[in-house]
């Protein structure tokens, strides 16, 4: 399904294909989530160190992905940092 609009069951579907990837790299967390800030789309990450991790992109740029594509787009390139966290 490719990404029409920016909606609550968009964001939803968005988190669900996050916890897959993060799942599928063996990415350990306690809470995750995403949220919408203006024209930014905000993924929430909490460790171990029970913290709260913010990583931010355009919203703009999910218009017309996919939304596992999108994960693996934005979660990919801060994976090994997700590992020093987990």
Request: with cysteine; net charge positive; aromatic share 6%.
């Amino acid at each position: 399904m490719d990404i029409t609009k920016i909606d609550q069951p968009t964001l939803e579907l968005i988190q669900k294909a996050f916890e897959i990837v993060l799942d599928q790299n063996k990415i350990k967390y306690k809470k995750i989530g995403i949220a919408e800030e203006g024209e930014q789309l905000l993924f929430l990450y909490e460790g171990q160190d029970q913290k709260v991790h913010v990583f931010k992109w355009k919203k703009a740029s999910c218009i017309g992905v996919s939304v596992g594509v999108l994960a693996q787009s934005v979660l990919m390139p801060i994976i090994p940092h997700l590992r020093l966290l987990s």
